[in-house]
């Protein structure tokens, strides 16, 4: 009876910790036909470039082994628990890694300044959070900065490969002479996600975008446009 309640006990307390901490950015759990968890890695966003399609998966796998890479009675924690740790050092350490082994790799995907910045603000929380001793710690491998800073990336490239996609069908259809469907993608956006940014022809593709939407529509007033900024982090 004991056993069992240790066991419900452990994951009681692992449920409540998932709804804490963001989900792995590596891979994604489903049930099989006979009702087992089990895990596979994360598709890429279909409509990205080779560059970004590289990026997103180099960021997602550093990310993943930094926050997620060991399990402990379902708590799941990375190196950055683990070198956090280490009194001062250690939380100078992973506010390092933090940026240069995720956060410096992301932004090599052509990234609008805001969406840098957000994530630059994760990496401080993170920071901030583990100069308090052990609770600090905890806090720390609780919050995954860089396993929220993966899923805003692949969030936004997501986005960026569906107006790339959209696009191509767009001209095809153009190309023709069939009707084109009004898609409400503001020129502001268009600008800010990029479509086709790091294809082979990207500049041609991206200022034919800007300049087919420009016809059809103004900017919001909003300064940034209406797309990613609504992804919680």
Known sequence: MSSYMQKAGVKLFQQHLEQYSPPDPLYE???????KQRRKK???????????AKILKSVQRRAHYLD???NLC??????????G?????GDVADATLNYVLVLRKAREADLPGWLVRRMLLNNVVSALSGVVPVVGDVALAL?????????????FLRIRGEEYLRLQAEKERERAGG???ESGVSRKDAEQVKPGSGMPDNGGISRAFSSWRGKKQTAPPDDRGRFIEDVHS
């Open 29 to 35: 759990y489903y049930t099989d036909a006979r009702g």
């Open 42 to 52: 994360r598709d890429t966003p279909p409509g990205l470039s080779a560059r970004d």
């Open 68 to 70: 997620k890479g060991f």
């Open 74 to 83: 379902g708590f799941r924690f990375g190196w950055t628990f683990i070198i």
């Open 85 to 89: 740790i280490i009194p001062g050092a």
């Open 143 to 155: 919050y995954k900065a860089n396993s929220r800073n993966a899923m805003l990336l692949e969030e």
């Open 179 to 181: 009707q084109v469907v």
